[in-house]
Every structure is written in structure tokens, then in C-alpha cells.
């Protein structure tokens, strides 16, 4: 049973860089068939897919990547989001999640994120 848990500061002030990380046990980040993504919701709204890493490289949601970036920590089994130059738009539940056998089969339980000065 892969498990994943996020973890992160649940305030950041607008302009700085929110960071968040991915911790993975159960499975393991390097296998060659999964994606490993960041998904927020704002409040009120549906579902935001920020990006992902893979295998093959890293992927991002094209309205936000020159904010953004997934790196990966494979001896910790850990992929963390950096999200550059926050505004309020930013504030979400910020979800991790494994994309495999063609859909999202394991959830983080998600944490929220405001972005307020």
C-alpha cells in the first residue's frame, strides 16, 4: 500500500517561495511507470494540476511554469514542489499524488497552503 504525506509551512507571504514535500512509503519514486504530481485546489474550485516528475523528466502545468519546479530526493524516497513568487492566487489545499495505471491511485491527504502578508 503506497502511502504519501505532504508536509510544508502552511503560511507564506506573497512574493517569497512556497515549498512543499512529498513523502513516499509503501513505493518507491524511481520506478519507470509512475508519475509523481503536485495538485491544488483553490477555494471554491476544482482540482489544478501543477505539474509532475517522472522517470522521463519533470512536467508542469504550462500557466505556472516559470513558477515552478519538482525536484526529487530518491535516498529519502521524497519529491518537494517550489513554487516561485506566490500571490493570494496561490492559497489551495495542496494535494501529492501517484498518476499510475492511467489515473491518480494513491492521495496525500492534502495541506493547506495560505498566502497572506
Known amino acids: 500500500q503506497v502511502q504519501l504525506q505532504e508536509s510544508g509551512p502552511g503560511l507564506v507571504k506573497p512574493s517569497q517561495t512556497l515549498s512543499l514535500t512529498c513523502t513516499v512509503s509503501?513505493?518507491?519514486?524511481?520506478?519507470?511507470?509512475?508519475?509523481w504530481s503536485w495538485v491544488r485546489q483553490p477555494p471554491g474550485k476544482g482540482l489544478e494540476w501543477v505539474g509532475a516528475?517522472?522517470?522521463?523528466?519533470?512536467y508542469y502545468s504550462p500557466s505556472l511554469k516559470s513558477r515552478t519546479s519538482i525536484i526529487r530526493d530518491t535516498s529519502k524516497n521524497q519529491f518537494t514542489l517550489h513554487l516561485s513568487s506566490v500571490t493570494p492566487e496561490d492559497t489551495a489545499v495542496y494535494y501529492c499524488?501517484?498518476?499510475?495505471?492511467?489515473?491518480?491511485?494513491?492521495w496525500g491527504q492534502g495541506t493547506q497552503v495560505t498566502v497572506s502578508s
Open positions: 499524488a501517484k498518476w499510475g495505471n492511467y489515473s491518480y491511485d494513491y
Open positions: 509503501g513505493g518507491s519514486i524511481t520506478t519507470n511507470t509512475d508519475y
Open positions: 516528475i517522472a522517470y522521463s523528466g519533470s
